[in-house]
Antibody, heavy 118, light 110 residues
């Protein structure tokens, strides 16, 4: 069964940078888009953007364009989500998920909790 | 792109059926058959329950079914069980921003 494993929880200060990861295994990583989804404490799911590992084609939600950067290393089957300058409002759980051929988020990582506090 | 609209909460007794609606526009739910539904238990990652409006992934109970009429999609849970108590989110492909999620619905089993 395909698997997405995310990096561990992070505690950062405002203004710091951060890069979290999502490693795929047991499937052809380069063939399926990877999406990133934010969930703030007690709130709903927000689609942030998607990246195609085969050629790094990337699409961002307008709400997140310019605030985060998606990247991928197809040789290690790892996708990344990064911030150059974190804000307290970035505190949230972040999930990666694979987008299958039916345009549904079929497989999810376990989530990475990011806490930004001074 | 605004989130798709779902009721904040829906409840039912064990064995009953409940339906969760997901209302969008002709640019998302109404324009494509790429509506999916996700179940999320507290502290857990979401799980795909329905894709392409009405299809169930392997392993998902046939008590879960999906449908769509115009700009509104629906998820029906029949024979409600205690384990169905969770948050449910719809999602749709959209012509403007690629994807959008619903506002989420908390299902309570009385």
């Amino acid at each position: 069964e395909e698997q997405l494993v995310q990096s561990g929880a992070e505690v950062k200060k405002p203004g710091e940078s951060l890069k979290i990861s999502c490693k795929g295994s047991r499937y052809r990583f380069t063939s399926y888009w990877i999406a990133w989804v934010r969930q703030k404490p007690g709130e709903g799911l927000e689609w942030m953007g998607i990246i195609y590992p085969g050629d790094s084609d990337t699409r961002y939600s307008p709400s997140f364009q310019g605030h985060v950067t998606l990247s991928v290393d197809k040789f290690t089957s790892t996708a990344y989500l990064q911030w150059s300058s974190l804000k307290a409002s970035d505190t949230a759980m972040y999930y990666c998920a694979s987008l299958n051929s039916t345009r549904a988020f079929g497989n999810w990582g376990q989530g990475t909790l990011v806490t930004v506090s001074s | 792109q605004s989130a798709l609209t779902q009721p904040a909460s829906v409840s039912g007794s064990p064995g009953q059926s409940i339906t969760i609606s997901c209302t969008g526009t002709s640019s998302d739910v109404g324009g494509y058959n790429y509506v999916s539904w996700y179940q999320q238990h507290p502290g857990k990652a979401p799980k795909l329950m329905i894709y392409e409006v009405s299809n169930r992934p392997s392993g998902v109970s046939n008590r879960f079914s999906g449908s769509k009429s115009g700009n509104t999609a629906s998820l029906t849970i029949s024979g409600l069980q205690a384990e169905d108590e969770a948050d449910y989110y719809c999602s749709s492909y959209t012509s403007s921003t690629f994807y959008v999620f619903g506002t989420g619905t908390k299902v309570t089993v009385l």
